[in-house]
């Protein structure tokens, strides 16, 4: 099971709208069930630098399957494990990045949105991965 | 100048409709006139290894000014420029990649496509960049 | 749909008992549905250098759909697709990987072997894609 | 002197029967003597952001020829390898890695495991080098 491109793009354009509402440019980011990147968009105005860090979020959460604050959790200063942000090419674990389970539990793709400060990036990954999972 | 969201979804759409009407999935990828990503997308059932391909043909054609194919030229066996398609972290010198340019030269821009055979892989990133430029 | 560990173990004993049947100790990886590692053997005596290419022609049999001989058609001396073989951080297309099909078409998984002449490597990888197709 | 396969997968099982027995799917990497990837294991269900985690712990402690969790004391804040976790390509310095030793003191393999919380991560690492010097 995985996002279909047709899905994918609705959890774009719901991302989007959520974005223009707020009036912060976003670059947000889909991938499929392997873990693969299955749609972008930046948007217009969007910080290049957030490019790498909506798919480094999309790919935080669906390898780890959690949202990407919380593994924030387990590397925060004085947490067990020391530096597992360095790991798999580089994590990212501030919020923005949501996977998308299927009813088994099983990570099926992920969102990762990132443009604004970390509260805008956590609602517009919520509107994209509500699109996906409605 | 640069492309906006716009245009890059509309290429993506011009891209789409031509990879349906071949009946072969594609990558398709969008750099702005930074040469970062604009847009992505990975139609149903296209190959997984072509994502990697489509953003770096894209990222050929956008470093290079040139279509890739014409990079080839450079570095095919016996040509002067040995191992050129290793610089940039690696580069991709089979078509499929296409230079989006300001009437000035400028590069402003740049499409990737894979999925296909080397022609169908051409054709549909030239349906993108007419999408681009029209 | 994915390899279970089960599945993936039974393939890993399946490739063994070829290898020690031909007298050729293989490196044997299985990826799962999401083109990770499920599991790994490097069997006593087998060659070290050939860990990194059984991964590397299992990933490649994953990201293309295709065994990697085949792959070795589209950027062989005088093909179109020129330097193929670097993209996706590196892919090996000499037989021995081998993807794994749903009836549906879509990849679920690959094993790649490698240790001996090509033949011998082909010979060990189609053992454990059978046992897990079968 | 280095693991034998018949040894490798012994300490996979332990780990695996540890693993099932605290109800949390692990992925278990063993190294041989030339710290190269001798058996790997990803449990149904285990993370797939622990491959990477899992085959980090095992170099790590095969490289420094101590427990994993024992590195964090020289790099952790205020200690003075500052950064050591950037070297060798990424070291990972929480607990789950452990080096196997001769009699000799000689480090003749690893083992790696990841998927669960730290101290579920370190026991059934224990299990399975317990396996391995038994």
């Known amino acids: ?12 354009d719901a991302a989007r709208q959520t974005s223009v509402r707020i009036g912060v440019p976003m670059n947000i980011a889909i991938l499929d069930g392997s873990g693969h990147l299955k749609a972008f968009l930046r948007m217009d105005g969007a910080m290049l630098g957030s490019v790498d860090i909506a798919l480094k ?3 935080t959460a ?3 399957g959690m949202n990407t604050e919380a593994v924030f959790e387990f ?7 020391f530096g ?4 798999n ?8 990045g949501i996977p998308l389970k299927a ?4 990570t099926i793709g992920a969102v990762g949105v990132s443009g604004g ?3 805008e990036d956590f609602g517009v990954a919520q509107a994209a991965a509500a699109a996906l999972t409605n």
Chains 1, 2, 3, 4 share one sequence.
């Open 62 to 64: 669906f390898l780890l």
């Open 117 to 119: 400060t970390v509260s």
């Open 84 to 87: 597992l942000e360095h790991t």
């Open 1 to 12: 099971m995985s996002i279909s491109s047709k899905s994918a793009e609705r959890a774009i």
């Open 103 to 106: 009813d088994t539990g099983e």
């Open 75 to 81: 590397c925060k200063p004085g947490a067990p494990a």
């Open 89 to 96: 090419g580089g994590l990212v674990v501030f919020a923005g």
């Open 57 to 59: 979020k999309a790919k």
